[in-house]
Each structure stands twice: as C-alpha cells, then as structure tokens.
C-alpha cells in the first residue's frame, strides 16, 4: 500500500530543485535584509559622529580656535569615531578660488585704510556660530581703536553670510574685512612649513585635539610674523588705544616676588619679521604635540621666552598679568554676576577704575564664560555699554 505514495525519481529532483531555489532565496533575502539594516545603522553613526564632531568643533572654537586654557583633555575612545573625525579637517586644505589672493587682497585692505594699527583674528568655526559676543570684541576694539584695521582670517566668514555680519560696522566706515588665508603662503619660507606639509600630507598624527586649535596657534604667529602688528583672541575685549604697543606679550600668572610663571598667546603684539616670532614657529613646528591641551599655545611661548628673555638680541617686553589677563579663568564669572548688595556694587565699581587705569583689555576666556549669563549690571555688562557702537547686545545672547 506504500508503493503508492513512493515518489519517483523525477519527482524526487523536482522537489530537490524547488527546495534548493527556496533555501538560495531565503539566503539572498537574509544578506539583503542584513545590509540594509548595516547600512541603516552606518548612517545612524555616522550622523551621530557628525554630531559629536560639530559639538567639539563649537565648543573648541568658542575660545575660536583662538582662546587658549589651562590643560585639559579631550578623549576619543572610539578609533572608529576618531578616524571619522579626521575627514572635517581635509576641508581645512581645501584650496577656494579666493585663497590665491590672500596677499594682494591683505595688501589692498591695508591701503585702503590709514591704519593706526593692524590687527588680526582668527575664526575657523562656521560663520553661523560667529555670536553677539564676538560681535561685541571687535566693536570694543573700534570703539578704543577707530582709525585701526582688522582683518579676520576665515575662509567661513570671507562669505555673504559674513559679510553680513559685519556689514553694521563696514556701513560706518570702519575698517574690518574677512579674508580667507593662503596657508602655503603664511607658511612658506618659514619653520612651520615642513611641519604643514607633513599634516596635510598625512605623515605626521594630528592628534586628539583639534587640529584647527592648533593651527590657529600656529596661523597667528605667522601672519604677524609676515605683516606685523596685533593678534587678538575674539573672546577678548578691548579698552585702550594699542597703537603704542609693539613687541609685547602678555603674562597670565605670577609669583609671589612678581616673576611671571606662565604666559599667554591670546593677545600678542610684534613687528614684521620679529624674531621671536620665529623661534615660536620654530618650537612649534619640532615639539608639536596634538595630544596635550595649551602644549602648542600658552605653554609653547612661555617654554621660549623662558630661554632666551636674558639674551640681548631680543627685543620684547613681558606685560603683567594686569595688561591682558586682569581676571583668571577660576575668577572670570564674578565678572557675569551682578552685585548682591552695596558692597558688592562697590567691588564693581573699584575693579572698573582699575581696569580702566592698568588693562589694554579683558580676555573672557570662553572655554568656561561662554555657559555664563551677563547679568544686568555686572562688569562685562557694563563694558558693554560703555565700548559698543551698534549696541545690540542681548542679555541672553
């Protein structure tokens, strides 16, 4: 009785064949399902990447690329998310049809102008993060300095957008321009350019902290190096005329007999072709660490000065702490508060008749001041109100 259900070898191969194609078609749906959901999951990390980039980016260039702290660390324990953020910095090389012309537009600007003195500034965060804040630097900076000229190295705010932003002041006649630098140029002839041509040729490690910190340590130091004149900070606001100042910088601390103990690159004053400039391009260019916070800024000047500040052939000058620095980065958010009581307005109005009588200004250092508020009637609030040209300023900017 069981012959009848006995299949015949035909159709035993049929049915092998059938089996067979469903087994392969399963298979195939499986690895198709299986990438999709790897490439689903590619794009969630990468965009989360691409998130925990631009906030590092902004928070590091809050100083803009340009404030400089004490130590501190920034991890990447990811290698993966570390690799990833490699790419971002590419765009720092990227040649534009503007940068050709660094020198002749630096040229024209500066003609353009009876400059008083020449300052510059640095800003490699996208032009949209350019804030109220620094806003307010640079008017600070025209309101004490008028017949002075800026100009901001940044290819993000040589665009519409940043002319825009600084279209209030352009409007009033003065003299302040973006203009996207030639870093092959900055850099040529000088002992950074070996040491550029290794990073953007993939032959040195940039390191954990970002490498545009630390070539806006290093873009400062060569472009006053090449036209002389002023570097500021953009978190650092301006209260006297610096037109008499040459070949200083400023010292962040100091002991107890008055000795400086570490100095600090956020505001630095120096002629063309100074040669201090190119010593600290020099101990740049052969110490450079990107792994160490501040190892190639505010440590790097003051590991040089230290050398040579008692041979003659260098002609500069260490200012006090009071010149630049009149409140350390521990302190600066009594600066924000407002006064609690009649003491407290007193303590504010003593501290402002003596920044006015002793400091060229006061650097905010926006790795720490940039969560605080300004609250009406504190002291920044009221350099504010005393230093602004377009006033626009809003409390909870």
């Known amino acids: 009785m069981f012959d009848s259900l006995r299949f015949s070898p035909i159709k035993v191969n049929i049915f092998s064949i059938i089996t067979s194609a469903l087994i392969i078609f399963v298979i195939i749906s499986a690895n198709s399902l299986f990438s999709n959901s790897l490439s689903i999951y590619s794009v969630a990390d990468e965009n989360r990447s691409n998130h ?16 400089s702290d004490d130590q501190v660390r920034i991890k990447l324990t990811d290698k993966v998310t570390e690799e990833k953020g490699r790419i971002p910095e590419l ?35 996208p032009a949209e993060s350019f804030g109220s804040r620094e806003f307010f630097v640079i008017e600070s900076l025209f309101k004490t300095n008028p017949i002075g000229c800026l100009i901001i190295l940044s290819k993000t705010m040589d665009s519409r957008y940043g002319y825009r932003i ?49 070539l806006s340590n290093l873009i400062r130091l ?5 036209f002389g004149g002023i570097y500021l900070d953009t978190d650092f606001i301006v209260l006297k005329d610096f ?26 004053a120096f002629d063309k072709k100074h040669p201090l400039l190119y010593m600290f391009m020099e101990e740049f260019a052969l110490t450079f660490d990107g792994n160490r916070w501040g ?16 041979e003659k052939d260098f002609n500069f000058t260490v200012l006090p702490p009071m010149a630049f620095y009149p409140v350390d980065w521990i302190r600066v958010a009594r600066f924000f508060a407002r006064p609690n009581d009649q003491n ?17 200004g006061v650097h905010l250092w926006n790795r720490q001041s940039s969560r605080f508020n300004i609250e009406e009637g504190s002291i920044i609030d009221r350099l504010i109100s005393d230093r602004c040209i377009v006033c626009r300023y809003t409390y909870n900017s």
């Open 243 to 268: 037109s008499g100042l040459r070949n200083s910088i400023g010292a962040q601390s100091i002991d107890l007999n008055g000795n400086w103990t570490r100095l600090n690159n956020a505001v630095l």
């Open 222 to 226: 060569a472009v006053l190096y090449k």
């Open 91 to 125: 765009k720092l090389f990227e040649s534009t049809n503007l940068m050709p012309k660094f020198d002749s537009r630096v040229g024209k600007f500066f003609s353009r102008y009876e400059c008083k003195a020449q300052f510059f500034m640095t800003w490699i965060s």
């Open 52 to 67: 925990r980039e631009l906030r590092t980016h902004k928070i590091s260039q809050l100083l803009k690329s340009t404030s």
């Open 166 to 214: 600084l279209k209030p002041l352009i409007k009033r006649g003065y003299g302040v321009e973006a203009i996207t630098p030639n870093l092959y140029s900055l850099f040529n002839n000088t002992p950074s350019e070996k040491w550029f041509d290794d990073i953007k040729n993939g032959k040195r490690d940039t390191g954990e902290i970002p490498l545009a910190q630390n």
């Open 344 to 360: 407290g307005e007193k303590w504010i109005k003593a501290k402002l008749r003596q920044l006015k009588r002793e400091a060229y």
């Open 295 to 310: 190892h190639n800024g505010p440590y790097l000047v003051s590991r040089v000065v230290d050398r040579v500040e008692k």
